[in-house]
Nanobody, 120 residues
Framework: VQLQASGGGLVQAGGSLRLSCAAS????????MGWYRQAPGKQRVLVAS???????NCADSVKGRFTNSRDNAKNTLYLQMNSLKPEDTAVYYC???????????????WGQGTEVTVSS
């Protein structure tokens, strides 16, 4: 499976961006997918995840502002980011994972990352 993330850029605080992650391979529709982000000097953290049937979870820090979705017919994952804040500045990665006892577990399939910079 290969993942290709896109859609990052520079935006002012309060603005919006939509990230996309195009996946190749036949397992996309049956896997849980996730978005991670890594800010400079910090660890990579899970931002949002979505099950094969469309059930979603978001981190508290982005809840109400970010929405993740997927189009299994297009093998594409999306992250709509609204009301962006400077603290959202990071490199965003898409990931293919599995559900383990109700929690997201990342497999070693990562997109190349797309950079989001939010200016104040």
């Amino acid at each position: 499976v290969q993942l290709q993330a896109s859609g990052g850029g520079l935006v002012q605080a309060g603005g919006s961006l939509r990230l996309s992650c195009a996946a190749s391979g036949s397992t996309f529709s049956i896997n849980v997918m996730g978005w991670y982000r890594q800010a400079p000097g910090k660890q990579r953290v899970l931002v949002a995840s979505i099950s094969s049937s469309g059930g979603t979870n978001c981190a508290d820090s982005v809840k109400g502002r970010f929405t993740n979705s997927r189009d299994n017919a297009k093998n594409t994952l999306y992250l709509q980011m609204n009301s962006l804040k400077p603290e959202d500045t990071a490199v965003y990665y898409c990931n293919l994972g599995v559900d383990r006892f109700g929690s997201y577990y990342p497999l070693d399939y990562w997109g190349q990352g797309t950079e989001v910079t939010v200016s104040s």
